[in-house]
Each structure stands twice: as structure tokens, then as C-alpha cells.
């Protein structure tokens, strides 16, 4: 089983889902920078991309289709709106 990325640039947010999944027995990690997730998702492979879509620099969605240009990880959009 290959762990679960966890991205959201509210340092709080992304540690409290990740958290919650640990304790509900998934192995997460959690970054707050769209770019350091791109950099994890070139060197490890995840069963799920968590991510949100406001963040600065490079949006979810913008990073959502980043993602799709090389991997077929399911993701799961996530927004406090």
C-alpha cells in the first residue's frame, strides 16, 4: 500500500487530515507547497492525491492537470468554500 498525499498550503488543515487518516490507519504524508508535491510525485508513487484548490503560486487545478500529464493517481479535490 503506498501512502496518501496530502496537499494544502494551510499548514494546519493539511496536518489534521493527515492525522485523521494515520488514525484511521492510512500511511500520509502532507505538504503545504504545490511544487514540493510535484517534486514527491516524481519520486514516489501514492494511492491518492488529496488536494486543494486554492492555494498560491500554482492553484489545485493547475496542479491537478500537472498531475494528469504523467500519472493516473486518483485525486480528490478539497476547498473551504
Do not use: W
Not at 494515520?22 to 488529496?50: I, M
Not at 498531475?67 to 468554500?81: C, D, F, G, L, W
Amino acid at each position: 500500500m503506498h501512502p496518501i498525499l496530502v496537499v494544502d498550503d494551510e499548514q494546519a488543515i493539511a496536518m489534521l487530515i493527515r492525522r485523521i487518516l494515520t488514525d484511521a490507519g492510512y500511511r500520509c504524508e502532507a505538504v503545504t507547497d504545490s511544487f514540493k508535491a510535484a517534486d514527491l510525485l516524481e519520486k514516489k508513487q501514492y494511492d491518492l492525491v488529496l488536494l486543494d484548490i486554492m492555494m498560491p503560486k500554482m492553484d489545485g487545478l493547475e496542479m491537478c492537470r500537472k498531475i494528469r500529464e504523467k500519472h493516473n493517481v486518483p485525486i480528490i479535490m478539497v476547498s473551504a468554500k
